[in-house]
């Protein structure tokens, strides 16, 4: 029998081996800032149950190493990230002695690589299998719907990330939907704005290059700065316009947040609005003026549902930049998950960075891959209406 | 407009920025009003020099690694042998997008540990993406007769590589590192969170002093550094692009 190797799967197979062998699985500590100690993942689980993840650890890789069906290389990367996910929860308890509040247990850069590899095939079995879009939304909703069952049936309790979590509940839940608000606020803001100027430009060639070098340049102010300098002129607006303060806007806090982030949104919005239209077969336009439709019917029944696939992938862009941006709000006040993450910093508690990066990494990851299947279900429409 | 205008302009903006952070003293005045209760109006715990060139040197040290990683990575991946890990690679970069820089950053520390270190992890990493996309795409359109006729000319695939196809996909792949470049410019300035010498330092002196001239120098440095930088990058891919016959987009 000829014996062929997977060339993805010989890197799958050597990081996971180190992963699972040498690398510690999660680590320990006193409390919560202390350096922690590392646990490989015998010492970190029950006897069994750690044999049982190796075991199912080495199955895995050696269904990834060789050239096999694609539905087992599916079955192994998620029985592998089930039971990683389930065993690190596990962990969490066996290795908290009983009764102390202090002790954190994290997970260590073994399980990350482990996941990170298992990821990997099963990103790579996905783009196999080229799904189609709705299809990648229910992946997304079954990911999701798993995590938060996990989440909820409490077996990450014992986890650090998800005591730091408790700590602050509140305050969590208020910053997330005060970044939820601030990405997509602002992105809102960006379309108002951003689409009936994108036409205009396209209308009015004068303007286009004008317009476009502007909101170009402001995209290489760095957002740091960016929100800063807008401290001072929001500063002064809500000392001298009546009415201004009251409606929140102030020199520090939301008001510059909202206001860079929907600065930085404006060029994708009409750079894509621009092409789009640019991009609307001639043939359509003539078609539809030889029918006697007026400048506005022509604008909102035929060029603009052409451009649309464009116009919304400079939505994508612009939503998916702004979940990572508004992280930077937190500098000036802002609020959003940047907070956890500049506080974590602060204080050295990495488990706090992690409650604030792993919601925006998640959240913005989601966007990505919701915003690409619409972009590609209206793109597959098109190409079917006008053929 | 007139076609000196541009050049005019770029002239005094680095004249502006060469006189400002070499002599901050005279544009003292300036900013004199954003200042309250007598504090400092230039930064006065490090020189804006110092910081300036520290701030380019880590951009640098981070773009020129991101490029030999990116370029090479999209070399391997669009040869037959790698062939395999094309589509792959497009995922990966995709989803690597989607990681806000600041969590790159903050994640990077426990690694290993705070100053340059991190900061240089996150621009890298995150400078690899446009550089990657974009090598891809130039070396994924090279127009089929040119690489036809270099095969049919008898070159070995090495010859191919380095005559033919990176030379034609140049223009491209320098946009990438434009773009990669600008991003790097910003997000250095967060390196100043996790304790990095950048530019950022200033910055953050003055939001936490309430120091509106603070901000405002580091800022418009920063911007200045950018927007020049961009300039001139831009510029050189033109001249490539003309170069190579390719119109720059």
């Known amino acids: 029998m000829n014996i062929r190797f997977d060339k993805l799967g010989v890197v799958i197979a050597a990081i996971s081996a180190y992963a699972a062998f040498a690398a510690p699985f999660a680590t320990f500590r006193a409390n919560r800032i202390v350096p922690g100690q590392a646990r490989s993942i015998l010492e970190a689980l029950p006897a069994t149950t750690g044999t049982l993840l190796l075991v199912t650890i080495v199955v895995a890789a050696l269904i990834a190493l060789f050239k096999t069906p694609l539905v087992l290389r599916l079955a192994a990367s998620v029985a592998a990230l089930a039971a990683l996910a389930l065993l690190i929860g596990v962990a969490g308890t066996f290795l908290t002695p009983a009764g102390n509040t202090f002790a954190r247990v994290s997970p260590a ?21 080229n799904l189609s879009p709705l299809a990648r939304v229910g992946v997304l909703v079954v990911a999701a719907l798993t995590i938060g069952l996990l989440l909820i049936s409490g077996s990450w309790d014992n986890l650090s990330i998800l005591k730091e979590y408790f700590n602050r509940a509140d305050s969590f839940w208020a910053e997330g939907s005060k ?19 994108g036409i205009l430009c396209h209308r009015v060639e004068n303007l286009r290059a004008g317009v476009l070098n502007v909101l170009n340049i402001i995209q290489t102010i760095p957002s740091i700065a960016l929100f800063g300098l807008l401290i001072a002129p929001l500063g002064w607006v809500a000392a001298h316009v009546p009415g201004a303060a009251a409606l929140g806007i102030r020199g520090i806090g939301t008001a510059p947040a909202f206001v860079a982030l929907f600065l930085y949104s404006l060029l994708p919005v009409v750079a894509n609005t621009v092409v789009g239209l640019a991009g609307v077969p001639r043939a359509a336009n003539d078609a539809a003026r030889g029918m006697g439709m007026t400048d506005r019917q022509r604008l909102f029944g035929v060029e603009f549902p052409l451009a649309f696939p464009v116009i919304l992938t400079g939505i994508r862009i612009v939503l998916v930049q702004n979940i990572g941006l508004a992280t930077i709000a937190a500098l000036i006040g802002g609020g959003g998950f940047g907070v956890f993450v500049f506080q974590g910093v602060g204080q050295t508690a990495m488990d706090l960075v992690l409650l604030g990066a792993v919601p925006t ?14 972009i590609e279900m209206t793109a597959t429409r098109r190409r079917v209406e006008t053929a | 407009m007139k076609a000196w205008l541009p050049s005019l302009l770029r ?36 020189s804006l020099l110092t910081l300036t060139l520290l701030h380019l040197r880590t951009v640098l040290i981070a773009t020129v690694a991101a490029t030999i990683v990116a370029v090479a990575l999209a070399i391997l991946v669009t040869r037959p042998a ?11 970069v995709n989803i690597g997008q989607t990681f806000p820089p600041v969590a790159v950053l903050a994640l990077a520390v426990p690694a290993v540990g705070f100053g340059e270190k991190p900061t240089l992890i996150a621009l890298f990493l995150y400078g690899l993406l446009p550089i990657f996309e974009n090598a891809l795409t130039g070396l994924t359109t090279l127009p089929a007769n040119v690489v036809e006729a270099a095969r049919g000319a008898g070159m070995t695939g090495w010859q191919r590589l380095t005559k033919v196809e990176l030379p034609l996909s140049a223009p491209i792949i320098l946009g990438g590192i434009r773009l990669s470049v600008v991003i790097s410019l910003a997000t250095a300035t967060i390196g100043s969170t996790v304790a990095a010498k950048t530019l950022g330092e200033v910055i953050i002196a003055g939001l936490l002093s309430n120091n509106l001239a603070f901000i405002l120098q580091g800022g418009l440095i920063v911007a200045a550094l950018a927007v020049l930088i ?20």
């Open chain 1, 361 to 374: 990494v998640a959240l913005a990851f989601a966007a990505a891959i919701i915003l690409d299947a619409v």
């Open chain 1, 179 to 197: 970044h939820v608000t601030l990405a997509l606020g602002s992105l809102a803001a960006a379309v108002i704005v951003g689409l009936p100027l």
């Open chain 1, 109 to 129: 850069s073994g399980f990350w690589i482990l996941i990170f590899a298992f990821t990997l095939l099963l990103a790579d079995v996905l783009t196999r299998l």
């Open chain 2, 82 to 92: 790698g062939a395999e890990f094309l589509p792959l690679s497009r995922s990966l």
């Open chain 2, 11 to 46: 002239l005094a903006l680095v004249m502006l920025l060469v006189a400002f952070v070499t002599n901050p003293g005279w544009f003292e005045p300036l900013l004199k009003p954003l200042t309250e209760n007598n504090a400092p109006v230039i930064y006065n715990q490090g």
């Open chain 2, 230 to 249: 961009y300039d001139g990058l831009s510029a050189i891919e033109r001249y490539t692009a003309r170069r190579m016959g390719r119109g720059a987009e």
